[in-house]
């Protein structure tokens, strides 16, 4: 009797508890991890999933009077309108252009920047550089602009200066519509290819030393090392920042690009993001703004699904 007992309390103790008291085993064992993190979950629950209620907006000719659910219902209607409008295949083209620039010269620039780094000995003179190129993320794009002005404007600017010192013919950077998303892509690549270093870094940094040992015994010299190690160790990070990359391919800073925008460059520079401010902020138009947000949302998570799928068909993790 007493070997039964004894049996069915340790049959008991081994039964999983249920996911309720899991759960709360785990959260009172990691309370303060979670009370850190609570800001954060906080910021998300606020701003990114909260107003995933207002897209019924885009489906209405909403009226601040009337609120959401006393607004008319249009269905599809907004959608129909943005799609045929004219101007459709203006702001299209210019947000895919500069977004391609950025994917092109923009995203590996970090990458580039993290490996060039990380060949330098000198480990003062490593942080000096990176704290260096770690300075214009702070920077507001407001002061990226005037910065911008500064030294690119044809009557003040500090290059044309120079041109015209040396007897040659200034240029309007600023009012040329062929060097303005070669503008914006140099400027993002100088305010924040730095900070993108770090991820990029920090991945390099969890490289197992005995593989570079193991290379140079064999002869391997510091770009062999370089190519056969450190960017086949670091490809799935490179890869999963590519992919949540695509996602935002619809939206290009309005900061940035409306700092820069003027008449001469209008047909150039206007982008969904400045097409909304105009639609949705001055002229009102809630619903219509939403509907054209809703579809650059749409938009990056089809690219999102499709580029996750392509990286699992190729061996490497993915997001999800």
Do not use: C
Request: charged residues 15%; aromatic residues 16%; without cysteine.
């Amino acid at each position: 009797m007493h070997a039964e007992a004894s049996s069915e309390l340790a049959a008991k103790r081994k039964k999983p508890s249920s996911p309720k008291r899991r759960l709360w085993l785990d959260l009172k064992r990691d309370k303060y991890l979670y009370l850190i993190a609570l800001p954060g979950l906080l910021y998300f629950l606020v701003f990114k999933y909260l107003p995933i209620g207002g897209l019924l907006v885009a489906f209405q000719n909403y009226s601040p009077y009337f609120g959401i659910w006393k607004s008319e219902w249009v269905g599809l209607e907004h959608f129909q309108r943005f799609f045929s409008n004219e101007d459709f295949y203006l702001l299209f083209r210019n947000t895919m252009a500069i977004n391609l620039l950025n994917l092109t010269f923009f995203f590996p620039f970090p990458i580039i920047l993290s490996l060039l780094l990380n060949e330098l000995r000198s480990v003062l003179y490593k942080r000096l550089v990176q704290t260096i190129i770690y300075i214009p993320h702070f920077l507001s794009w407001v002061i990226i602009a005037g910065l911008t002005f500064l030294m690119l404007s044809e009557s003040e600017g500090l290059i044309n200066k120079l041109m015209a010192a040396m007897g040659m013919k200034t240029v309007s950077f600023l009012t040329e519509p062929n060097y303005f998303w070669t503008m914006l892509t140099a400027q993002s690549m100088w305010k924040e290819a730095g900070w993108g270093t770090i991820i990029f870094l920090a991945a390099i940094a969890g490289v197992d030393p005995q593989l570079y040992e193991a290379a140079v015994m064999d002869g391997a010299n510091r770009f062999r090392q370089m190519w056969h190690i450190t960017l086949p160790a670091i490809r799935n990070v490179v890869v999963i920042l590519f992919i949540l990359r695509l996602g935002s391919i619809m939206d290009t800073g309005f900061e940035q690009v409306y700092l820069m925008m003027n008449g001469a460059v209008s047909h150039v520079a206007d982008v969904f993001d400045t097409y909304v401010y105009r639609t949705g902020i001055k002229q009102g138009e809630f619903s219509y703004s939403t509907a054209i947000g809703l579809f650059k949302s749409v938009v990056g998570v089809i690219l999102v699904v499709l580029a996750n799928k392509m990286a699992k068909r190729f061996g490497e993790e993915g997001v999800f």
